[in-house]
């Protein structure tokens, strides 16, 4: 993260998670790792938040949530349901499906200006903040679907359905623990999902 933003930690405060349009899970999981989160992501799905998450295995935590601070749930039982896309991915195919994402991307974005309509990357704000668009644009273009499926464990279509939400909400935060550091390519996965969030500007303002 340093090498890539300039700093070690987490660009986020507490209020931005009641901003946020969508949240991107990669492999954390809030039940066993941040229970206090739960209650604020309990609260983004009952104002229309979306949340995807990519994990190898089904975590209850990003499954469902009963409230044991609502008398009501408790009573009744009644979960609210948190991930509105759950993608099993294959262990370590992080940035291959990240990658697929940023293709959809770029891809809406081209189809975007040749017909008029106004862009889907927020190209003010890459110009400003980062470097090295072009050559990551033209390796997610020259990426086949192939590999990337292969590589990430997902269909084109799931990576297609995820990269929708993220395109269409105005604010995005994106949430990584362990499951996405703690292993060779730890690196470049957090490279990947900052590569991802910069592209549309989801660094540094209020619930992104």
């Known amino acids: 993260l340093t090498k890539v933003i300039g700093s070690p930690v987490g660009t986020i405060v507490w209020d931005d998670l009641a901003q946020a349009d969508a949240f991107f899970f990669f492999g954390q999981n809030p039940g066993s790792n941040s229970p206090r989160f739960l209650h604020p992501l309990k609260d983004a799905k009952q104002r229309g938040a979306k949340i995807?998450?990519?994990?190898?295995?089904?975590?209850?935590?990003?499954?469902?949530?009963?409230?044991?601070?609502?008398?009501?749930?408790?009573?009744t039982g009644k979960a609210t349901l948190i991930s509105d896309q759950y993608h099993q991915l294959k262990?370590?195919?992080?940035?291959?499906?990240?990658?697929?994402?940023?293709?959809?991307?770029?891809?809406?974005?081209?189809?975007?200006?040749a017909a008029g309509?106004?862009?889907?990357?927020?190209?003010?704000?890459?110009?400003?903040?980062?470097?090295?668009?072009?050559?990551?644009?033209?390796?997610?273009?020259?990426?086949?679907?192939?590999?990337?499926?292969?590589?990430?464990?997902?269909?084109?279509?799931?990576?297609?359905?995820?990269a929708a939400v993220y395109m269409a909400a105005d604010k995005v935060i994106g949430v990584y623990g362990m499951g996405l550091t703690q292993h060779t390519?730890?690196?470049?996965?957090?490279?990947?999902?900052?590569?991802?969030?910069?592209?549309?500007?989801?660094?540094?303002r209020p619930g992104a």
């Open 52 to 75: 995807v998450t990519f994990n190898p295995i089904i975590e209850q935590g990003l499954v469902s949530f009963v409230d044991p601070q609502s008398p009501t749930d408790m009573l």
């Open 91 to 113: 262990a370590g195919g992080d940035v291959a499906a990240i990658l697929g994402m940023c293709k959809c991307v770029f891809e809406a974005d081209d189809l975007a200006q």
């Open 117 to 162: 309509r106004p862009a889907v990357i927020d190209h003010a704000f890459v110009a400003q903040h980062t470097t090295g668009l072009s050559a990551f644009a033209q390796a997610c273009r020259d990426a086949t679907w192939s590999d990337i499926a292969q590589e990430s464990g997902l269909t084109e279509a799931a990576l297609r359905e995820a």
């Open 185 to 204: 390519h730890g690196a470049l996965n957090i490279a990947m999902l900052v590569n991802l969030l910069l592209l549309r500007g989801n660094i540094g």
